[in-house]
């Protein structure tokens, strides 16, 4: 592929620019205290329920998505999850921990192409992770934006809208993400090339992150943002 080629990268952020699992842990992990479960279980427990919850309400705010996905997390495991331990996770958003790696990445990206945040997100939430980022971004799309959440088609369209806005052509865009079940799915059902930040290269398993649904592909495959950075470096 010709990193060239493109003017835009769409992003996704949770699980790509910011580490959603160590943030969803820090708050699973001291409710489980006692049940004998590492933080991998954890959160393979919690990832199918948060994408039931998010398919069945659409339109709910993150912080309620997160709410309800603990609380049938919770009776899934067994334990009850008060409404303080709910209020909690929905609360996280901002604390959860940017990668190392991501702040850097996006400064030099955004000396080569616009950058467009996709997000599975509430407003005030990403405002909250983007104080960590720092990213220059020409458009934030986001589920209370769209009334809708990845893996559906909502993002997109309103995607299409912006690409036209910003003068942008759909073949100059570049979809960049981690989960398979979020975004490459719906990138090979729309038609848009993309890259793989594969943030979980070193451990098995698919952690908070649902099994992908459908057949999905991607063009590249990183093993983080700054890796992904050195690549669009060295063929400009």
């Known amino acids: 592929m010709d990193l060239t080629k493109f003017q835009a990268l769409s ?24 049940l004998g479960l590492s933080d991998e279980e954890l959160l393979l427990a919690y990832a199918d329920e948060e994408a039931a919850v998010e398919a069945a309400t659409p339109t709910a705010l993150y ?24 209020r909690r996770l929905g ?4 604390d959860w921990p940017a990668f190392p790696d991501s702040a850097d990445a996006l400064a030099r ?22 104080r960590q980022l720092r990213g220059d971004f020409a458009a934030i799309i986001t589920a209370e934006d769209v009334g809708a959440y990845k893996p559906a088609e909502n993002h997109f369209r309103a995607l299409d809208a912006k690409l036209g806005e910003l003068g942008v052509e759909r073949s ?8 398979l079940f979020h975004d490459h799915v719906p990138a090979k059902r729309e038609g848009l090339p993309s890259v793989w930040i594969n943030r979980r290269h070193d451990r098995p398993g698919w952690g908070a ?17 700054g890796e992904f950075a050195d690549a669009v470096d060295e063929a400009f």
């Open 172 to 179: 100059g865009l570049l979809h960049v993400a981690q989960s």
């Open 209 to 225: 992150t649902p099994r992908p649904s459908g057949e999905f592909r991607y063009d590249l495959e990183f093993g983080s943002m």
């Open 91 to 94: 609360g996280s958003v901002p």
């Open 63 to 86: 912080p309620d998505v997160l709410a309800e996905a603990f609380r049938r997390t919770g009776a899934a495991l067994g334990r009850e999850v008060s409404d303080e331990w709910a």
């Open 11 to 34: 992003f996704d952020c949770y699980g790509t620019l910011i580490d959603w699992e160590a943030g969803i842990a820090a708050v699973l992990s001291p409710w489980a205290e006692g």
């Open 109 to 130: 990206l955004a000396s080569r192409y616009r950058l467009i945040i996709l997000s599975n997100v509430h407003r005030a939430g990403f405002a909250g992770s983007n």
